[in-house]
């Protein structure tokens, strides 16, 4: 069974930093592409940052959180990461990571992902 386990929310004021991780279990994820989404309330679910399945582990970040938040993967471990710096109230929703298996053709899109965790809550306070 595939499972992917999301922990490190929490809450912390405008200015800090929190660090994500994200255990796999039930296949290697080493192969898939990893990304985060959020969904704040109200809002629909968008893309925060992606990883590729390559050796290099190429990078991908939603344009409002470049410069402030790394998206890491130790594939050994099969554990997927999102360092989140400089946080600020807006950064506050469910935080979901997720595995794609297959071919992605947008890393934007959740749809092109197939396995997804139940979701962190990060709330920043102003």
């Known amino acids: 069974q595939v499972q992917l386990v999301e922990s490190g929310g929490g809450l912390v004021q405008a200015g800090g930093s929190l660090r994500l991780s994200c255990a796999a279990s039930?296949?290697?994820?080493?192969?898939?592409?990893m990304a985060w989404f959020r969904r704040a309330p109200g809002k629909e679910r968008e893309f925060v940052a992606a990883?590729?399945?390559?050796?290099?582990?190429?990078?991908y970040y939603a344009d409002s959180v470049l410069g402030r938040f790394i998206i890491s993967r130790d594939k050994a471990k099969n554990m997927l990461y999102l360092q989140m710096n400089s946080l600020k109230p807006e950064d506050g929703a469910v935080y979901y990571c997720?595995?794609?298996?297959?071919?992605?053709?947008?890393?934007?899109?959740?749809?092109?992902?197939?396995?997804w965790g139940q979701g962190t809550q990060v709330t920043v306070s102003s």
């Open positions: 997720a595995g794609a298996l297959g071919t992605v053709v947008n890393w934007t899109l959740p749809a092109g992902y197939d396995a």
């Open positions: 039930g296949r290697t994820f080493a192969t898939d592409v």
């Open positions: 990883i590729s399945r390559g050796g290099v582990g190429s990078t």
